[in-house]
């Protein structure tokens, strides 16, 4: 939406995108203490940041790369409909209750 609306649009949208950018940055902090015992809390946050800035680095490439061997400029956002369809449907998976 940002590309096609005007002025005020863009503002609107900007902010809803760092509503939610900012949302998800709180639950990255956040799940590590609730989803691991306090002596693995360390861990668990090592390995959700490692994954999580992999995939930041990664995707982007996956998209520059499909967009350069289709010649289309859509096909760069497909990587990124991927990542979001495969978060949504993970996260309904996360148990929230510690396990001994």
């Given at each position: 939406m940002i590309v096609v609306l005007p002025?005020?649009?863009?503002?609107?949208?900007?902010?809803?995108?760092?509503?939610?950018?900012?949302?998800?940055?709180?639950?990255?902090?956040?799940?590590?203490?609730?989803?691991?015992?306090?002596?693995?809390?360390?861990?668990?946050?090592?390995?959700?940041?490692?994954i999580s800035y992999s995939c930041a680095v990664i995707t982007p490439i996956f998209s520059g790369l499909l967009w350069d061997m289709t010649g289309v400029?859509?096909?760069?956002?497909?990587?990124l409909g991927v990542c979001a369809v495969v978060l949504m449907a993970i996260a309904p998976t996360i148990r929230f209750d510690r396990t001994s």
């Open positions: 002025g005020p649009g863009i503002v609107a949208c900007a902010a809803i995108l760092g509503f939610f950018n900012a949302a998800i940055l709180i639950l990255m902090l956040a799940m590590p203490p609730l989803l691991a015992p306090p002596e693995d809390v360390h861990r668990v946050s090592a390995a959700m940041f490692t400029a859509w096909t760069a956002f497909v990587p």
